[in-house]
């Protein structure tokens, strides 16, 4: 899952940042809102989180204009104490939800949480797959009950096969969501961890569709 982080204060964009990559997310930051709204008309982000107080252009402006754009991607908005009526205008606008600064990290991961699982269809923060679980609270995977030793991008891949199981995912979706924007990205990579996941979980678990991508058939159970 890639997300982008739009927020002009140095110091909370880091903040954002990092929860959300311990969380087990590629995370992409922008602060101003010109580039923000470029972000998010040319990638194809799961979730952005978006400041509406943006230098260069405002959040609701930059909301207005993916909306418009076709851009369906979950906006969860952040908004000064005291301008209540930004969440007006922010929902009005399409956002999906809000928080009001100062919030506590673990509320934003919570809501995060939700909002991904919303969108991918999900009504619980686990995700079943045949043997496999995904907890997104813990950003973990087990098998059978045991959980998996996986490097990150080896979670962000399965997680997100298991995120549209039964679907087919091709490569380069899997590249644009599982690396940030300034990762040297090749695709060819794809196929070395989908290789090293098939030593980890029954290998018949992801199919190859060759020439267009993978799928995992695990259904639910
Ligand atoms: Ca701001």
């Not at 813990?138 to 298991?162: K, N």
């Amino acid at each position: 899952m890639r997300l982008l982080v739009a927020e002009d204060e140095p110091v909370l964009a880091a903040q954002l940042t990092s929860a959300l990559q311990s969380a087990g997310y590629v995370v992409d930051a922008a602060a101003d809102g010109l580039d923000v709204e470029h972000q998010g008309l040319s990638e194809p982000y799961d979730l952005v989180v978006l400041d509406l107080g943006l230098p260069g252009r405002d959040g609701l402006s930059v909301l207005r204009r993916w909306r418009e754009a076709g851009r369906v991607f979950p906006v969860l908005i952040l908004t000064a104490r005291d301008h209540w009526h930004d969440k007006v205008g922010g929902i009005d606008a399409g956002a999906d939800d809000y928080l009001t600064k100062p919030f506590h990290l673990e509320e934003l991961q919570a809501r995060v949480r939700a909002l991904l699982r919303r969108a991918g269809g999900h009504a619980s923060a686990d995700i079943r797959c045949g043997p496999l679980l995904l907890d997104t609270r813990q950003a973990g995977i087990s098998l059978d009950g045991q959980p998996l030793e996986l490097t990150g991008h080896e979670y962000r891949v399965l997680a997100y096969l298991m995120m549209h199981h039964g679907e087919l995912v091709s490569r380069s979706q899997l590249v644009e969501h599982i690396y940030a924007q300034d990762f040297d990205r090749d695709s060819n990579t794809i196929e070395v961890f989908i290789a090293r996941l098939r030593r980890k979980i029954p290998p018949e678990l992801i199919q190859t569709v060759r020439g267009l991508g993978y799928r995992l058939v695990a259904g639910p159970t």
